[in-house]
């Protein structure tokens, strides 16, 4: 039995295709050949630096800086309304324009990636961080970024995509 407070996702197949009438519980083991769709978001300020987000350290790669914000799509929402919603979520940015730059399939954490870029103009001091998400933020340098040590940060995925795309 499914609780109310579940949080539900789409399946798909590693050909980003949505299986329908296929339908993932947060926290329960994948099955098959399904995956659920994850969505991530690189941030650009128009002054050249980038966005880097400090993980709670509750979660997952506690303390380490992420260059995305991002998250689970949930079910029946489209990628990019997902990737929209995170970002409002975590950062409290909102009304970017979203460009994909890269997709990734990882079948250990039976997840598809789909990571997309934005350049925002607004007041950098602005930044909402989401309660249990995050802990902190700051705007760095292209050439600090590319300069930070791997086990500081946890965006390989995402730093990989951007330096192929040179953005």
């Known amino acids: 039995m499914v609780s109310n ?8 197949n590693d050909k980003f295709e949505k299986l329908e009438g296929v339908t993932l519980v947060r926290g329960e083991k994948i099955e098959g050949d399904c995956y659920h769709m994850v969505c991530d978001v690189v ?13 709670d350290y509750n979660k997952s790669h506690a303390g380490c800086w992420e260059l ?4 689970s799509v949930l079910k029946d929402e489209k990628v990019e309304d ?6 409002r979520e975590e950062t409290g940015i909102t009304g970017l324009e979203l460009k994909e730059i890269g997709r990734d399939v990882s079948d250990y954490h039976r997840a598809l990636y789909i990571v997309y870029f934005g350049v925002y103009s607004g007041d950098k ?7 249990g998400e995050t802990i902190a933020y700051k705007w760095v340098s292209r050439e600090t970024l590319l300069k930070m040590p ?5 965006s390989s995925r995402a730093l990989g995509f951007l330096k192929e795309a040179d953005l």
């Open 5 to 12: 407070m579940a949080e539900l996702w789409d399946a798909y």
């Open 43 to 55: 941030v650009k300020h128009s002054d050249g630096s980038y966005l880097l987000m400090q993980r």
């Open 68 to 71: 995305t914000a991002g998250g």
């Open 82 to 87: 997902g990737a929209v919603r995170e970002l």
């Open 125 to 131: 001091n602005s930044i909402i961080l989401q309660r």
């Open 150 to 154: 791997p086990y500081e940060m946890c």
